[in-house]
């Protein structure tokens, strides 16, 4: 079945900082690759998404870029804020349209 | 448009006890998924409801089993709890199978004594 790794597990960063979490996977015929948030005491929220179609994709401070060839893809937050902080969660999809999910990154962001 | 809601949010059982637990769906999303969530397995996907028939399941005992109404909610029921069931159990719905992006609800923490 597909293997998803996903890097750093835990990331600190300065506020007004970047923060970059890497996904690698291992079924090369994954087409959808979404992030989710996870914030206390909540369910996962997708953030972003991007389609086997397209290499990047930018939503104001968040973006996602893929490479297929390499399969793996990454989350990219510009300008952290301290709402920036949760877990995130890399989920590509696999066979039969279920999301393969990663074992999450723990975000930190520092005042 | 309300969310996705799960009851109850927080629920104590006995080993040995049996547990169902509840999920309304966004309206109009006929999708409906459950996760298991633990801080040592992360995110475990449980199985996946489409038009009232399980399309997906993941690997877990039979223990754990599933149903959806024709309106779409779903419930999941667990027999025979083991302390080790005690998780954060999340319910996803989405438009239909493969569409993109998946609700979640806040989720019910079961805690199994």
């Known amino acids: 079945g597909e293997n998803v790794e996903q890097h750093p597990s835990t990331l600190s960063v300065q506020e007004g900082d970047s923060a970059v979490i890497k996904c690698t996977y291992s079924?090369?015929?994954?087409?959808?690759f979404p992030w989710y948030k996870q914030e206390l005491g909540k369910g996962p929220q997708l953030i972003i998404d991007?389609?086997?179609n397209v290499g990047e994709k930018k939503d104001q401070r968040i973006a996602v870029t893929l490479n297929k060839t390499a399969k793996h893809f990454s989350l990219h937050i510009t300008e952290t804020q301290p709402e920036d902080s949760a877990v995130y969660f890399c989920?590509?999809?696999?066979?039969?349209?279920?999301?393969?999910w990663g074992a999450g990154t723990k975000l930190i962001i520092k005042p | 448009k309300a969310g996705v809601t799960q009851t109850p949010r927080y629920l104590i059982k006995t080993r040995g006890q049996q547990v169902t637990l509840s999920c309304s769906p966004i309206?109009?999303?006929?999708?409906v998924s459950w996760y298991q969530q633990t801080p040592g397995q992360g995110l475990q996907f449980l199985f996946e409801?489409?038009?009232?028939?399980?399309?997906n399941k993941g690997n877990f005992p039979g223990r754990f089993s599933g149903r959806q109404f024709s309106n779409s909610r779903s419930e999941m029921n667990v027999s025979t709890l083991e302390l080790g069931d005690s998780a954060l159990y999340l319910c996803?719905?989405?438009?239909?199978?493969?569409?993109?992006?998946?609700?979640f609800g806040s989720g019910t923490r079961l805690t199994v004594v």
């Open positions: 996803a719905s989405s438009l239909a199978m493969g569409e993109d992006g998946y609700t």
């Open positions: 409801y489409f038009s009232e028939t399980q399309r």
């Open positions: 309206s109009g999303h006929r999708s």
């Open positions: 989920a590509p999809e696999g066979g039969n349209y279920q999301l393969i």
């Open positions: 079924d090369s015929a994954s087409n959808y």
């Open positions: 991007i389609r086997s």
